[in-house]
């Protein structure tokens, strides 16, 4: 599990020191800033696993910064090492009730710096670890909810996620994010537990009426999934509210084109719509996988990427087995 490392300090030769101490260790990604008001700024888009951050700083000093970082929701438990000279014990007593979690003493001893590090990045690892396992708990608990609103669906939510997860695997992503849109995948209509019953399980063609009051349900999810900070309940909210954007533009509910769209939206819009054209739905029967393939291709580059569409078609024989091995009934 990759970390990263955030350290402010106004001094180059400091950041240089402490860069190379932090970059040589394992899985561990060193971000620089010079001043705490770009720390800050960096934060709100990103959360750091550790933050190293001098006190005697020209306009926002180290004891300003963290009581400005600890008011932030996504920095509230990440662990906060200050680097202080060593006569400044009323400082580092300022600084705990801040909010900071250890001190380094300048000049800093490598060892020292490595083990502090590494002693907290163990911790928030675990931290980590724990909070990927109550949402993978929840995201599994609300996939269920979604599935029990639509029972026409059957199996639909479980190939779907695994076709995705097939995608990203052929592109690349790597066994942490492939798992994760595993997880993610089911949550993509969690949106339609908010639709009228009648809308929902109407055996035949939606009116138009109906049909604009169903197509609320990737905004509605997304109004259930957002403002978490977890990794998982994250792209759940990219993939609730992205999956029925098109690589042109003309999706919805936002119109996004082309790469605005989240890869796992995409990814997870080419798993959906193969397992909605192959399974048998009330207002129509299961295509044949190769007319499904035939609409598919007709769709690159205006419904699908054509990246996602292209890993999809070359994992085919993996694809088809889940799609037999999961057969509705």
């Avoid at 696993?49 to 920095?75: E, F, V």
């Avoid at 909810?145 to 479980?158: F, W, Y």
């Avoid at 690159?300 to 999961?326: C, I, K, M, T, Y």
Wanted: with cysteine; hydrophobic share 40%.
């Amino acid at each position: 599990m990759k970390v990263t490392v955030l350290i402010v300090d106004d001094n180059p030769a400091n950041l240089m020191v402490l860069r190379h101490l932090v970059g040589r260790m394992d899985n561990c990604e060193p971000v620089t800033m010079q001043d705490g008001q770009t720390a800050l700024t960096w934060c709100t888009d990103n959360t750091p696993d550790l933050i190293l951050t001098d006190y005697m700083m020209p306009g926002m000093d180290g004891l300003i910064l963290i009581q400005s970082l600890r008011a932030m929701p996504n920095i509230r438990d990440i662990p906060i090492i200050m680097v202080t000279t060593s006569d400044m014990k009323a400082v580092r007593q300022n600084a705990l009730e801040s909010g900071a979690t250890d001190f380094l003493t300048k000049p800093v001893d490598p060892a020292e710096t490595r083990a502090r590090i590494k002693n907290l990045l163990q911790l928030r690892r675990a931290q980590r670890q724990l909070r990927e396992m109550a949402a993978q708990d929840l995201v599994i608990r609300l996939s269920h909810v979604a599935e029990s609103r639509d029972p026409e669906t059957g199996l639909h939510i479980e190939r779907m996620a695994y076709y995705a997860r097939i995608i990203a695997t052929r592109l690349g992503l790597g066994p942490e994010i492939e798992e994760r849109i595993f997880l993610a995948a089911p949550m993509h209509d969690i949106g339609k537990v908010a639709i009228p019953d009648h809308i929902l399980l109407k055996p035949g063609k939606l009116t138009p009426e109906e049909f604009d009051v169903m197509k609320t349900h990737p905004t509605r999810g997304a109004e259930f999934l957002q403002g978490s900070e977890l990794p998982l309940l994250r792209m759940a909210y990219d993939i609730a509210q992205g999956h029925h954007e098109k690589f042109d533009g003309t999706g919805y509910p936002q119109g996004l084109q082309g790469e605005t769209i989240p890869l796992a939206a995409r990814i997870v819009a080419v798993a959906d719509v193969f397992d909605a054209l192959t399974s048998a739905r009330p207002y129509k029967p299961a295509w044949e996988v190769a007319r499904a393939l035939d609409f598919m291709e007709s769709q690159r580059g205006l419904h699908f990427d054509p990246q996602v569409l292209d890993a999809f078609l070359a994992s085919l024989e993996e694809v088809l087995e889940v799609h037999n091995r999961l057969r509705d009934g």
